[in-house]
């Protein structure tokens, strides 16, 4: 068989191509005796080929023309259709350039199509019939109607003399029953039908719940309907017969979806059929020893129950799902290593305390680039493992609650978030390890001080100066809890602030009943995004905020599936944070607080705002830089009135301390 293979010669080059085949009468009788010792039963494929090559060996025929062209006819499978729709058709039309055996039968020459109608005449065995008839249907030989009863009617003659009915038998009569549809052939679709019946009905009565692969192919083939009416078949009882022995939800959903072609849009009947598919993937569940399997399951009857309407089926199956702990669900830590030279992260750690002060650490840390890294780049690795082994298999992600949030559909997307995790976590832990070294050696800075600091370098809001120094406060005393619970409002503040200083339409005017309200941050970070946002941050923010692709510590948070995230975390958060608090402009006043006189900024230009979005950290960068007696007398004058708006905050919050006072809300 050596010469049958695709594969290259030892010297490299790919093996010659046989020679053409030329019809001679004098061929018949060899080839018909061949395929009639080749088609014993209903095998295809390689099995036929293989008995092809070595009945020609045999007769001394051995890789002639003949045998090769023999080997064409026997080599196609019977196929199943594409997307579980019902059927069976005769090989496929395979590029010859990617796969040149067997030879598509469109492209099947002359002198072969000779062959096939001299041998259909000579071949005795029905499945060697039934092939050279199917072959010349297929090519359009002859009478087709005449073609298709002969082959039907030959593979029915073939899956009776069988030893066994396996899958090729059952191959067989899909085919069979996919010919008669084909050419309206009444009586042989009736045939056809009558044996898939009883093969049914038989299968589930002698082993019930077994062989599946036998009885839900035939049992879709006879839901289509009779050819001719009325149907002599109960097909909705054996339907219902199925739908009680299979309990496996996989195959359970076919049956509804069989079930629910045929019940005419009756309700009661639909929800019966609902009830019945949820209800398999229940059993399947409580037959599953495995956390991890059962979640599956009961996520899948939670799906089904939601789509058809079934209420309380749904709330059973989440109140299952919630009962398994995170424990049960075995999940298994991969861990993979490489070496990185020490002098990598110990130089970048050492840059948070190079300077003479805790400013200095500061300074460095809030110039750092963006921690998930180049989005090109993720984009980059997301194709390059879609063609990975993992890639085949679906991939549900679970939160931080232990139960599914989403199966990862889009691949890509998926890669990515990978990908952006491990370079986040990585610089997360150097950035934490850096944030504890300044602490360490210039001791925990005064609140005020680091709220000074942030206003020096940029920051235009008193208030995110100060919420964001309290958020580094919180991290220098270990409280990463405290830490999160702070500086996740100020990055959607923020961003709220940059678009409406870019006169962005951001605000949801009320509809109806619905009340109005600003856009969440998902919308906010897709119009900076569309604006002028650098796409890398952007990506991060989206990681690290949001899900169900990243962290989404935002959502965690804020519904308390998360109360600490840890120093790493708690070290990216304050990252992501300080970019657009550094850019955000002033905030509107603060209905909860005594008016505290804010004083009024300058209006920036929009490109100005535009490049900073653009370019945040090296606007930051320029924004401290002092390079023209300009931008000193401007930065002095902003700064000193900023230190007079904190000065003027702090002091009226003392005092409303002191008196006890709230504010009045009432109209």
Not at 511 to 530: A, F, Q, T
Request: glycine letters at 8%; aromatic letters at 6%.
């Amino acid at each position: 068989m050596d010469d049958y293979s695709d594969e290259d010669d030892d010297d490299g080059s790919a093996p010659p191509d046989p020679e053409p085949y030329v019809f001679d009468p004098s061929h018949v009788a060899d080839a018909a005796a061949m395929l009639d010792s080749a088609c014993t039963d209903l095998q295809h494929g390689y099995t036929s080929e293989r008995r092809v090559i070595a009945l020609a060996d045999a007769r001394g025929l051995g890789d002639s023309p003949l045998m090769w062209e023999l080997v064409h006819a026997v080599g196609h499978d019977l196929q199943r259709e594409i997307g579980g729709r019902p059927g069976c058709s005769l090989g496929r039309n395979i590029d010859e350039h990617l796969l040149r055996w067997p030879r598509p039968v469109a492209s099947a020459p002359a002198d072969a199509l000779q062959l096939w109608e001299a041998a259909a005449m000579s071949v005795t065995a029905p499945a060697a019939i039934a092939r050279m008839e199917d072959l010349l249907f297929e090519r359009r030989v002859g009478n087709g109607l005449h073609r298709a009863r002969r082959a039907a009617s030959n593979y029915l003659l073939a899956i009776d003399v069988a030893a066994e009915l396996g899958m090729d038998e059952v191959d067989a009569l899909v085919r069979a029953w996919t010919l008669a549809r084909s050419v309206r052939e009444g009586a042989v679709d009736a045939d056809v039908r009558h044996r898939m019946a009883r093969i049914c009905e038989e299968a589930m009565a002698n082993t019930p719940g077994a062989r599946p692969g036998v009885v839900l192919p035939l049992l879709q083939a006879l839901a289509q309907g009779p050819v001719t009416n009325p149907d002599p078949h109960d097909v909705d009882g054996l339907l219902t017969i199925a739908a009680a022995v299979f309990r496996r939800g996989d195959l359970a959903e076919q049956i509804a979806s069989d079930r629910r072609r045929r019940a005419s849009g009756d309700p009661e009947v639909l929800e019966r059929i609902a009830r019945d598919e949820v209800a398999a993937y229940f059993a399947e569940a409580d037959s599953s020893p495995n956390g991890a399997v059962r979640m599956h399951h009961l996520n899948a009857a939670a799906r089904v129950a939601t789509d058809r309407g079934l209420t309380e089926l749904a709330r059973e199956a989440a109140a299952r799902m919630q009962r398994i702990g995170t424990s049960e669900l075995g999940m298994q830590v991969i861990r993979a290593e490489s070496s990185l030279p020490k002098y990598v992260p110990e130089s970048f750690i050492a840059g948070f305390t190079h300077g003479s002060s805790w400013r200095d650490g500061l300074s460095y840390f809030l110039a750092t680039g963006v921690p998930s890294g180049d989005v090109d780049q993720l984009r980059r690795t997301g194709l390059e493992q879609r063609g990975t082994l993992a890639s085949l298999f679906a991939t549900t992600l679970f939160g931080a609650n232990g139960l599914p949030i989403v199966t990862a559909a889009d691949k890509q997307a998926h890669s990515m978030s990978q990908t952006a995790s491990m370079s986040a976590q990585y610089y997360g832990h150097m950035f934490a390890a850096g944030l504890d070294h300044i602490a360490e050696r210039f001791g925990v800075p005064p609140l005020e001080e680091i709220a000074d600091a942030i206003i020096e370098m940029g920051c235009r809001d008193p208030r995110l100066a100060q919420g964001l120094a309290l958020g580094f406060k919180h991290y220098f005393d270990r409280d990463y809890q405290s830490c999160a619970a702070v500086v996740i409002p100020k990055f959607e503040a923020s961003a709220r602030s940059l678009l409406r200083e870019l006169d962005e339409g951001i605000y949801r005017v009320q509809v109806g009943n619905d009340p109005g309200g600003y856009v969440g941050l998902y919308n906010l970070l897709s119009e900076l995004k569309e604006l002028a946002l650098d796409e890398s941050w952007a990506y991060f923010f989206e990681w690290l905020f949001l899900g169900p692709y990243g962290a989404n510590l935002r959502n965690d948070v804020a519904h308390g599936f998360v109360f600490d995230p840890g120093p790493v975390y708690a070290a990216l958060l304050l990252r992501a944070v300080s970019v657009l608090v550094l850019v955000a402009d002033i905030l509107p006043a603060d209905e909860y607080l005594p008016k505290a006189g804010v004083v009024q900024m300058e209006p920036r230009p929009r490109q100005v705002v535009l490049d900073s979005l653009a370019d945040p950290v090296r606007s930051d960068r320029l924004s401290r830089s002092v390079s023209t007696a300009a931008n000193v007398l401007e930065r002095a004058v902003w700064w000193l009135r900023a230190r007079a708006a904190l000065r003027i905050t702090r002091r009226r919050n003392r005092d409303s301390d002191v008196d006890g006072e709230r504010p009045d809300r009432s109209p």
